[in-house]
Structure formats: C-alpha cells, structure tokens
C-alpha cells in the first residue's frame, strides 16, 4: 500500500517518526508521499528523507498550504519555494495547496499564493496537491486558466459525480481516504462507486495523518498504519478484491508521480 498523503513531518508524528514508520512497515505500507505546508516543515521533510532508516520509502512534495498562509511573508516564501525546487531534483510534487473559504484568510491572498503555486507546477513539471474546503467551483475556475503536463490529485476528495468528473475531465486524480469510513461519507462513497471501474486509474489512497481519523478512532492520532482501512471500505464498496485495490492505486501513483521509473 502507498500512502500518498501523510504529514509526517506535523510534530504529533515527526517527534515518533521512527515508531510510526514501523508500524506502517508491520501493516503493508510500502511508500508515504509527504507533503510540505510551510518552508519550516520543508526543513523536516528533507531530514526525514535523509534520516530515514526504515523499509518504507519516502517521497516529498513542496508548498504553502492556505492554512498558513497569514504567518509566512508569502513573497519570501514563494521564493523560498522556487529556490527549494531549483535544488532539490528528488522532490516530486508542488502541494499541499488549494483554497478554503472556511477559514479566515482571505480568499484573494489564496488565490494569489495558489496561482503563484500553479505557475511554479507548470514550471517545473511536476504534479499538484490540491486541497479543497468549499472551494471547487473556485479550484476549477483556476484550472482552468493553466496548463498541466502532469495534472496532480484533489486530496480528500468530497464532492458529487459532476464535480468529480470536471476534475477528472482535467486529468487529475482523486485522493480516498478516511471520510468513506463514515456514515456521512455517504455523497463521496456514490461519487466513487458511479467512476469505477471507468476511472479505477485515477484514484489514491490517503491517510492525510496525523489528522482524518478513521470512523470508530475518533479523538486519536491517525497514522499510515490505519490505511488497510479506507482500503477495506473501498473494497467493499467498488465489489473487488483488496488486494487489486491495492494494486491499481499503487500503479496509479506511479503513473502519476513516478511516469518514467
């Protein structure tokens, strides 16, 4: 199993970095994709690269998330960026960006950072993780406004088959993780089940830990270790095997992260 969206470097889990790990190894996780939020924790990402003693394989992603945005320079910071990413060839996606209408900063200064962020992707070549809060019909006006050689993933896709599918028309990816857990996760789990099998090569398993619980781990700490949940609730829901759930999400994370390995 991959796990394409774990803040590894947030310090309920950077401080265990080591133990977490562990446990993910001992419950089939094979690679974790790390994406950044704040050039602070772009420093945590590179040591946990470089540290890492474990059997599972690490990958990075660099950017400013929306929540962050009113306590960094953002001129300093998207400097920051384009320089990290001019010297770090191993880095493998711009993200975790996006907008959120339901926090304060304004969504103009959002917009701002997240279109700055669209130019380096394009840029760059690479890929973008996107996050989304009441925010697709915004997220999608900006899209399409650019050009993506390489697409990216919407993380912790929630949404309706139309949405779903205006993303999809665009080459992105959808993100599964904890919320198909729920009860309420009720409108992604119909978004999913009305894609498969025609879009099977578009979906991503995700913890987006330490935060996202699984239903039933309510107030606790989440980790990679809990993926083979979302993977047994997909399971069930698409009518397949765990093990091709498994086995196509890994090969579309290739696809999307790693095209020439």
């Known amino acids: 199993m991959i796990d394409s969206h774990c803040h590894l470097d947030l310090p309920k889990l950077f401080t265990r970095a080591d133990s977490v790990l562990d446990r993910a190894s001992k419950n089939g996780i094979k690679r974790i994709l790390i994406p950044g939020t704040t050039p602070q924790g772009w420093c945590r990402q590179q040591a946990l690269v470089k540290q890492n003693a474990s059997e599972v394989a690490l990958d990075i992603a660099l950017g400013i998330h929306p929540y962050f945005l009113q306590t960094c320079d953002l001129e300093r910071a998207l400097s920051e960026l384009h320089t990290s990413l001019s010297k770090s060839p191993h ?21 701002r950072a997240f279109a700055s962020q669209l130019a380096l992707s394009e ?108 993977v047994s609730c997909l399971s069930n829901l698409l009518e397949i ?18 095209p020439h390995d």
């Open 91 to 111: 880095v493998i996606a711009i993200g975790e960006i996006g907008l959120d209408t339901a926090i304060e900063c304004p969504v103009d200064t959002q917009q």
């Open 241 to 258: 095997d765990s093990s091709e759930v498994v086995n196509l999400t890994t090969k579309n994370y290739q696809s999307l992260f790693h």
């Open 123 to 230: 840029q760059f070549e690479l890929p973008v993780i996107m996050h989304h809060r009441k925010s697709h019909h915004l997220l999608l006006g900006a899209l399409k406004q650019h050009q993506f050689k390489r697409g990216g993933v919407i993380h912790a896709f929630s949404g309706s088959v139309e949405v779903a599918m205006q993303y999809l028309e665009r080459g992105f990816y959808l993100g599964v993780g904890g919320t198909i857990t729920y009860p309420r996760g009720s409108k992604t789990r119909k978004t999913l089940k009305a894609i498969f099998p025609e879009f099977s090569d578009r979906l991503l398993l995700e913890t987006d830990a330490p935060d996202m619980p699984m239903c039933g781990r309510q107030g606790m700490v989440n980790e990679p270790a809990y993926l083979g949940e979302v």
